[in-house]
């Protein structure tokens, strides 16, 4: 292809990434280095607000920011340098902790709360919906085709759901006395509180996760398992090899790039667990890095936001993603260099 | 189908035609506002739409998008539905208009007590209070000859009295769901206990006995509570209630009709109102005044934020209130304070504090909602939590210039 027309296919492209995507994010990056802040003027303000029969009114020392004559806020924006990072990561506290070997003095800080959930979250989904989605994809492929249809489109309904409503219908199912709450309850004859301690939220947590992102696995897993050799598989079954061996060096290494490709984009996708928190509100026993960034950005009742704390975490967050990208990336790219 | 639609259309032409009959003005320029969504607002909005050219947008999330939309110039808004806390980025951004000669010309009706004035100026005009009270089933307190509770120790008293019967789930319902509804009930508690959250130049002061007292009495609260409390918020507790679940809690006055909605609610008039407990004897009534009324966007022209202004007042007359006379507690003249408003009374009269809204309170009360709950869930002692918060909220404060 010429150059030219090569440039004018990717080049739209090439455009709204930049604009969408490195632009936003060169943007974070400086802000999460600046804070701006109004300028504030302390004055004695009379305020009288409604008691239930007559006013109160009281007078005190307000600090309010200063209005130019635009009546637009006075504004001043000044480098921090990396004081923003330290305020989202407590490096004193977190050391202080470690020293005395204290982990769940370390667990209180929330970066490292966090930091701990959406560790545990990504590593331990990971292995699940690779898993799952393969075993649904042998077991769709060895399925007699008549049902083999219906069989793909339920697998596939987990997948449809929008993932907050998805996680609010299983909060749903066993928040307070819901069905699922109430039948563990008859059935185990005990009382059970599924939001009452953390590690019961974090449980509903990874199973809605699997649960929602294993028909992914199982669509790509299918795919991969219409091209599979039967040459090959046909001779390992003349050489007396039984399903699992079948599986275990002829197929599985067969999918070995898509077991790859999935790793890659579950991790990327549960290192911003996040709809997990919200649906559950877990907030009291589990968040997760993006829902902090999210929490730094929403505004109070007073209308103050965070930017640049918030800036810092979301930096923090991407650099946790590509750390844990890397040895993907560098399997991928052997592999690529060696084709 | 072609009937059903045909009936629709006849039964909201009725509606229209019937609606504006009520409304003393014809509205010929459009009115927007934006305000929160619970019952008295849609009372309030629907009176406005009478009207008619009223675009009510009723969202509980209102709070994120207001200070912006009031920045625009022209303001998206002319109207917004604001309380305490919600006023305070508006009028340190400057976007509302002070309303002296708006109620001069058209508020003859208004009485002194809805006027918020900031600096002498009127900012706000307030149409209802709301409090966080007692309320407790009048039946089951009649059966075991327990007296309405004024103090936390009657609270706790009757909670155990309750739980020894077994008449229902759990004693008592709060709400204490992490974040903004925890930190709320924290306040209430700690000026309840005399507690003061600042002191000089913005610097925290909440870490001391009052902070520590009103902690270890919310932890002791909970013992009487459904375990899942730190997820539980008004909704929750209302439904509690309703399905006769629990047996008192201290809850949002703008809840008490929900009580005897006999659609949904199971114990209809067996739910009384009464006053907030305080602390302990002789102390003030643990929590807080609140209350909700409207502003006018200052980036609009003069001519139409007289109209709105008038749309508002229409919206906020007596016959509304008459209509909706249990819908809240409201300060419009022509209100009946019925047994529903009983709890809130009493509070006031007590002495119970307004909720004291500022840009520092702001922070403090997120730092407060995200701190907490590592005190009740037993991760950290009372002190160092209260430590951790004052940490959070200097950080905080820091960032947003509040604190040198």
């Known amino acids: ?339 | 189908m072609k009937l059903k639609s045909l009936a629709l259309a006849g039964a909201v032409a009725l509606l229209g035609t019937g609606a504006y009959a009520d409304c003393a003005m014809t509205n010929t320029t459009t009115v927007k506002s934006l305000t929160a969504g619970f019952e008295a607002w849609k009372a309030v909005t629907d009176a406005m739409a009478e009207c008619g050219m009223v675009e009510a947008e009723l969202d509980q999330e209102f709070r994120e998008k207001q200070p912006a939309a009031f920045a625009a110039n022209p303001s998206l808004y002319h109207i917004g539905g604001v309380a305490n806390g919600t006023l305070v980025p508006l009028l340190n951004q400057g976007t509302i208009r002070p309303l002296d000669d708006l109620v001069e010309k058209y508020g003859a009706q208004l009485t002194p007590n809805q006027l918020i004035r900031v600096d002498g100026q009127i900012m706000a005009v307030a149409m209802m209070v709301n409090v966080q009270h007692m309320m407790y089933r009048s039946d089951i307190f009649a059966d075991l000859g327990i007296e309405a509770p004024t103090t936390y120790g009657d609270v706790l008293a009757a909670a155990e009295k309750i739980k020894a019967a077994g008449v229902v789930d759990y004693p008592l319902g709060g709400t204490f769901k992490t974040g903004w509804n925890l930190a709320q009930d924290f306040v209430n508690m700690y000026l309840g206990h005399g507690g003061e959250f600042f002191g000089d130049g913005n610097t925290p002061s909440i870490n001391n006995e009052n902070g520590v007292a009103a902690l270890e009495l919310m932890k002791s609260l909970t013992a009487y509570m459904d375990p899942e409390y730190l997820v539980s918020d008004s909704t929750y507790v209302q439904q509690q209630f309703q399905q006769g679940k629990i047996a008192m809690a201290n809850l949002w006055a703008s809840r008490a009709g929900a009580m005897n909605i006999a659609e949904e609610s199971q114990v209809v008039d067996k739910v009384t109102m009464s006053i907030a407990p305080s602390p302990a004897e002789g102390m003030r009534p643990a929590t807080t005044l609140w209350w909700d009324g409207i502003v006018i966007a200052k980036n609009i022209s003069d001519e139409e934020a007289e109209n709105a202004f008038k749309v508002a007042m229409e919206g906020m007359d007596s016959e509304m209130v008459q209509a909706n006379n249990d819908a809240a507690v409201w300060l419009i003249p022509g209100f009946e304070p019925g047994p529903l408003a009983a709890g809130a009374a009493a509070s006031a009269a007590a002495g119970a504090v307004p909720y004291p809204a500022s840009s520092q309170m702001g922070l403090m009360h997120t730092a407060l909602g995200n701190g907490i709950s590592d005190f009740m869930t037993g991760a950290k002692d009372a002190a160092t939590a209260l430590a951790d918060i004052e940490a959070a909220y200097l950080t905080a404060a820091k960032e947003a210039g509040l604190v040198e």
């Open chain 1, 1 to 339: 292809m010429k150059f030219k027309t090569f440039a004018w296919f990717v080049g739209p492209s090439i455009f709204l990434m930049l604009l969408f995507i490195a632009a936003p994010l060169i943007s974070v990056f400086l802000q999460s280095f600046y804070v701006t802040q109004p300028v504030f003027e302390s004055v004695e303000v009379e305020t009288c607000t409604p008691g239930f029969l007559e006013q109160t009114c009281v007078t005190e020392i307000k600090t309010r920011p200063i209005l130019d004559d635009a009546g637009q806020m006075v504004t001043q924006t000044s480098y921090v340098g990396l004081q923003s990072y330290r305020n989202v990561l407590e490096p004193a506290r977190a050391w202080e902790a470690l020293s005395n070997g204290n982990i769940s003095s370390l667990l209180t800080i929330d970066f490292w709360k966090a930091l701990r959930f959406t560790l545990t979250f990504t590593l331990v989904t990971l292995p699940l919906v690779i898993i799952v989605g393969l075993a649904i994809a042998v077991a769709v492929n060895n399925a007699s085709k008549r049902i083999r249809g219906p069989v793909i489109f339920i697998s596939l309904l987990p997948f449809i759901i929008t993932p907050v409503i998805g996680a609010l219908s299983i909060r749903w199912l066993f928040i307070g006395d819901g069905i699922m709450t109430a039948f563990l309850e008859w059935a185990l004859m005990r009382d059970i509180s599924m939001f009452a301690q953390g590690w019961t939220i974090e449980l509903l947590m990874l199973f809605y996760r699997v649960w929602h992102v294993a028909p992914f696995a199982f669509v790509i897993f299918y795919a991969g398992l219409q091209t599979v050799n039967q040459d090959t598989l046909e001779s390992a079954i003349i050489d007396g090899a039984s399903r699992w061996e079948r599986l275990k060096f002829v197929i599985i290494p067969h999918l070995m790039p898509l077991i790859i490709f999935i790793s890659l984009i579950h991790l990327m996708d549960c290192y911003r667990a996040f709809e997990e928190i919200i649906g559950f509100s877990s907030q009291a026993h589990r968040i997760s890095l993006q829902w902090l960034t999210y929490d730094l950005l929403t505004p109070d009742d007073s209308g103050n936001r965070s930017i640049s704390r918030a800036s810092a975490s979301a930096m923090l967050t991407m650099v946790g993603i590509v750390i844990l990208l890397i040895p993907l990336l560098r399997r991928t790219w052997r592999d690529h260099k060696g084709a």
